[in-house]
């Protein structure tokens, strides 16, 4: 058997001559079958082949021990499993009688987990005292003992109880029994349509993957958001740093880009492309598009020129939305401009209708994901994909307008949906954080003590859990924390428990899906108690279907590894113009359409469903999805080389990392940072690899293909340089440093001139060597530093700059004086109030009315007192309006105070002198401050 054989064990395997072992009958309906002994034995022997073939969804050749009584030799069977399955059961026994005329030598057998014990006269308890203690020497896992005699069949599986449950053997037993009796019953059935599965299996592994159908269909997810705007307008629905913005202004700044998308003719079904940094024009963009059925195209702003000018080719983009920081990069595109910044905008007076009535066939975005080609592929949705992709969201973690949502994913990624939409489904508000804020762990974790429901990548979070647990206790207040989840990627355990560490009171939620079935495919709930020793993907959400299947398309047993399949109404229709590359990924089974995920899963004993990882070339990348061929594809165009192959390899800290194997042209030199550049022209920054490893020849296997398993270890290849270099010298901040990147990136040596993303690092790992210089070195440095100085020496000069001018204390606030009654500019977010309040002045969207009720008897004067004292204190009550000529500016008063006015009630019940002292404030409450020169911020 090929050493990749996959048997469905339950536990880690303990060493070598430490087994115990234990037995578990084969039930046969019919003990005694009418064909002839010699049969009997092959078709055992043939359902132990098929049995293992589809166990490892793969083609065994080499069967493994057959022993014959009163016969020590040991016989091997050589056959292709994959033409003999395909045979009737009638051909496959005569395969199986001619293989054991040329028996296998030994040296040729590299596995021998499973093997099977056939005897026609002998003992069968005498044989299963052998293979019990063969299964205990650690000589095999699984052994089938077999004894025919006089007409009966008895046979018994023997199993190594440190890696199979009682259960699990069971049914490795039951599977079999029925592949041999479906043998010798249906000598002219197809070996390979034999069904192995009993009715309690097929029934169990079908209520597994299949959730209840929803009672009513979701609705359309602008219609939930304009729902939540009607509710509650003047509730806050995002915050971008300072910027704190309203349903009704985020409707009427939708509506307004609307006006502005129609002038320059954009209608129903255009496809518009969105290339915004994190800002809150980003989610009046999805809005605006919703509204007039176009479709939105989101364009990282990071991406390089060529991929950018791929994607907005291959999709047509009418219009690309984009600011005027941006806005350069764009101009030799096709599509036209539209230049939007923030607080420029216009808003529209009124609400603008949507541009007929959506429909759910109506296409909604499109999301584009790494390609084999070397060409992204556009992942084209629905209204209704969409409604499902946030109405199960919503439904399933009980979100409510009082949830704050970080909002972390990069807006080209689908998951970034989730983040910006849902919340707003229900009333909600998002926080949109800036990726400065998202790559540096301080900031981040300061920032999430302000928010409800977070969603992030293990990658990003194994980080946050690192600093947060190096921080001092106490340092950070995750109280109003109730739901973190992960996804993207394998999400390990310890991440799990991490987060329910951090997030005392959260629960804590695996996601699994990607953008061709809507993101929202399963879902997991991690225990609240107790150690996680595994990670699940659990349970569909509502209208979800999952399959689990084998190459021929059939279920898995229970605990077998496949081929993850889902059905429901966020599978898409398919890619943008790639028809081939949709009939091969979607597929009918059994009347629905279901999506090939290309991931490797399993349904476990519990009902949930366990990643495994994937069959092809494609892998998870800090939480993003990367096809190697692209990347592969990228290297083999350049001239400098004549091959390459890229393979994705865990690093030091468990996160996988990119590997470029590549062999040079003769006679050509070509650095790292020279391969560097050349791939992040046309590659995102995620796919552009860390580590690069020449190399004289790419391994061949048999075939003359790339043998990836035979791919040297980067590491090893890195210290077989290094024997011959001389060790660097390095001054003592530089090896404090260098200390920390050997940790961190597994390497042997760093030298002065190395720049730490040519060694391997990335942007995750770059915070970690923040994180460790503020732990070490004392030294507070911020998160573009390593960014701007990248090589060991220039990093090392960076951190002794700040020790020597104490900049690791941090900047001291400089106090600075103006003269009282000075006039000042507005604030850009000034500016929006005064803009505000002379389009609608009677308005008072910006004022903030607050009661307070006091306990105990009333001390007027030291409520005065304290009142005057926090004016003084904040300057910002103390601020006035004053238009000069037109213009807007700000007076600063030098005292002020907060004069009381005391309305008393006496012989009223409480409920009346309450009411009478609502009555009075009422006029002042609803009068925009902006209107009224006398009149300060604030007043009571």
Known sequence: MPDNLQLPVDWLVAPAGSAKSADADVSLADTRIDAAPADIGYAALAALLLQLSRYGNTNPSTLAFVERAGDTTQAMVSIDCTAASASSARQLLAVMRESLQQPTPADRVTDTRASIHITHAGSHDQALRLAHESVARGATQLRFVVSFHSGSLRATLVYDAGAFSAATAQRLASHFGALWQGLLSQPEAIAQNLQMLDAAEQDFIRDAGTAPEPATAHPDALALVDAAMARSPDGLAAIHNERRVTYLELGRLADGLGLRLRAVGVSAGDRVAVCLDPCVESLACILALLRMRAVYVPIDPGYPAARVSLMLQDCAARVIITSSRRQDALREQAASLLVIDAAAVPTAPAESAPTGTPAAEDSAYIFYTSGTTGAPKGVLANRG??????????????????????????????????????????????????????????????????????????????????????????????????????????????????????FRKAEIFVIYGCSEISVMGCTYEAPRQGQIDRTYVGAPFPGVRYRVLDEQRRPVPLGVSGEVYFSGPGVIAGYLNRAELTAERFCQIDGRRFYNTGDVGRIC?????????????????RGMRVELGEIEHALRRMPELRDAVVSARPDRSGEMALVAYYV??????????????????????????????????????????????????????????????QAPQLTATEETIAAIWRELLGIDVVRPQDDFFDIGGHSLTAMRVMTQLQSRAGVNLPASAIFQHGTLSALAQTVETQLATGGNRGEALQAFSRKAGELLPLSAAQERMWFWSEMAPDVALYNVPIMVKIEGALDEQRLQVALDAVMRRHEILRRRWRITDGTPQQVVDAQACWPLRIARSSGASTTAARDDAWRWPKPNRFRPSTRHANCPYARC
């Open 385 to 502: 994909n969409l409604a499902h992709y946030v109405g199960v969201a919503r439904a399933r973690y009980d979100l409510t307008a009082s949830d704050v949502m970080v909002c972390i994913a990069r807006a080209s990624f689908s998951i970034s949906l989730f983040e910006l939409l849902t919340p707003l489904t229900v009333g909600g508000t998002c926080v949109i954080l800036d990726r400065e804020q998202v790559l540096d762990f301080s900031r981040l974790a300061h920032a999430l003590q302000h928010v409800s429901v977070i969603h992030a990548g293990p990658s990003l979070l194994r980080g946050l859990i690192a600093h947060v647990d190096a921080s001092a206790p106490g340092t950070y207040d995750y109280s109003r924390m109730r739901h973190a989840s992960s996804g993207g990627d394998l999400v390990p355990p310890e991440v799990l428990e991490g987060l329910r560490r951090i």
């Open 605 to 621: 004993a519990n009902g949930q469903l366990q990643l495994l990882g994937r069959l092809d070339f494609q892998v998870q990348i």
């Open 664 to 725: 040079p042209r003769d006679g050509i030199q070509i650095t790292t940072a020279q391969l560097r550049k050349a791939l992040q022209a046309v590659l995102p920054d995620y796919m552009v690899p860390g580590i690069y490893c020449a190399l004289d020849a790419l391994p061949l296997n048999a075939n003359m293909k790339v043998d990836r398993k035979a791919l040297p270890d980067p590491a090893t290849v890195r210290r077989a340089s290094d024997a011959d270099a």
